[in-house]
């Protein structure tokens, strides 16, 4: 009878330490009961003799999951809290509370974000996926998630971008998730500190995970050049009174980004006088008034100015042409 009592309780433990992945598994503090029995006859009379039931409480596995969901993240030099979503997964058997950490300190990258202030970590309240003004900051220690088994947490990390970079560097940044009852190698134990009472033990995981984000630096440039050919009323070059002067402006992207909702304004010059029909973009007349086409004058501050819309512009769009002529009054 000792044998079959005794025979439980190694199988449980070969289980425990034998075993290779754990999802949730059965939830830390149940109770696992065993009673065994021998049945026999004696002069014909059937007889059962029981033996005690004995009872093990499941241990609690320490086992998480850091995720990152953003992908490499387009920023331009300078720019201020952009962020990374990661998704933290507690895939131990118990109720467990996670310390997060932020290191932007990663080799083998160009620049280092830099974590932005007053927080750097925060959980993503509104499920938006980006940093928004009713998201909680994280604070160590004070407002660690605290998960149910196969619960999970939507955490955003914000970093400053240098103004120090250039065009297609990166930047690396790692969120780490550890069990607040403790981290170790797989199968260390933490006596009585798991769920209940029981004890705990390291996972896979080793009860901590992290998972790296990237920031791509996609810088984009826009140089404006302006030139201006003048015919004057007698075939000539002069500026002089009645002389027409047309303006021509380059507008180059260059660089990896996107210059997003591009416009052009040009006031046109005091003791000139703009000469209707004139606008020109990429080799196309425009109207002068706003309309479907992308040119127009319009009026800014009490002076007309010539305004074009260049929607987004990347270095593929090439450079972007202008011109517009004036009178000299």
Excluded at 5 to 22: D, I, Y
Excluded at 175 to 183: E, H, Q, R, V
Excluded at 296 to 323: E, H
Aim: hydrophobic content about 40%; charged content about 15%; aromatic content about 6%.
């Amino acid at each position: 009878m000792r044998i079959i009592r005794g025979f439980p309780v190694l199988v449980g433990l070969n289980l425990l330490l034998a075993q290779t992945a754990w999802a949730v598994g059965t939830v830390a503090g149940t109770d696992i009961d065993n009673t065994a029995e021998v049945s026999y006859d004696v002069s014909g009379s059937g007889v059962t003799e029981t033996s005690n039931t004995l009872t093990l409480t499941v241990a609690e596995i320490l086992d998480v999951d850091v995720t990152l969901q953003s992908p490499p993240k387009a920023v331009n030099p300078g720019d201020t809290a952009e962020e990374l979503l990661f998704t933290v997964t507690n895939t131990g058997n118990g109720n467990e509370s996670f310390a997060l950490v932020l290191d932007s300190t990663l080799a083998g990258d160009d620049f280092d974000p830099v974590p932005s202030a007053p927080a750097s970590i925060y959980f993503d309240t509104d499920s938006s996926g980006d940093l928004s003004p009713g998201d909680s900051p994280y604070t160590p220690g004070v407002n660690d998630p605290l998960l149910a088994p196969d619960a999970s947490v939507d955490i955003l990390i914000v970093n400053d971008i240098p103004g120090a970079t250039n065009d297609g560097d990166t930047g690396r940044s790692l969120l780490d998730a550890a069990a607040t009852t403790g981290t170790g190698a797989p199968g260390v134990v933490f006596v009585g500190a798991g769920d209940g009472g029981v004890d705990a033990i390291a996972g896979n995981s080793g009860a901590a995970d992290d998972d790296t984000g990237e920031y791509v630096v996609d810088d984009i440039q826009i140089d404006v050049v302006k030139s201006a050919t003048v015919l004057d009323q007698y075939g000539g070059s002069e500026p002089i009174p009645g002389a027409q002067i047309a303006y021509t402006i380059i507008v180059t992207p260059s660089g990896g980004g996107t210059a997003t909702n591009a416009v052009f304004n040009d006031p046109i010059p005091a003791n000139t006088t703009y000469l209707p029909g004139t606008i020109n973009f990429n080799g196309v007349g425009m109207s002068d008034a706003p309309d479907a086409d992308p040119g127009q004058l319009i009026t800014v501050a009490g002076v007309l100015t010539i305004n074009v819309l260049l929607g987004d512009l990347t270095a593929a769009s090439g450079p972007q042409t202008i011109v517009f002529t004036v009178t000299i009054d």
